[in-house]
């Protein structure tokens, strides 16, 4: 009944690495939203510094171009952790409920092991 223990434990380490996972990916959406907001306040700064606001104005700053570009890319990146962490939602339920069958196996296996002992102990006695 030994490898049924050992089977929840595994079970249970795998349930923490996919919240681990999950919340590493909160971590860095969150990690990358602060960047783009900064970025965000970056071009709006540079433009009212330079006074042009249309980015296809010739004059229109090099850095607030640039910093779009990087604020685009991670918006990019956010919505392909988004993807991420749907997925990642996913495998952690898959893993909760095959953690829920395994331990009803012991508590199960458990019971009839106390029910087995019982039954000796009375025999015997």
Partial sequence: MKSRENLVRLKQFQVNEKRR???QLDM????FERMAVEL????TAEEKKAGITDINHFAYPTFAKAARLRRDNLRNSQSDLAQQRSIAESLLGEAEAEL???????SRDTKIRDAETGSRSAMIG
């Fill in 21 to 23: 996972q999950l919340l």
């Fill in 28 to 31: 860095m959406i969150a990690e």
């Fill in 40 to 43: 965000e306040l970056q071009i």
């Fill in 100 to 106: 829920s069958k395994a331990e009803m196996l012991e």
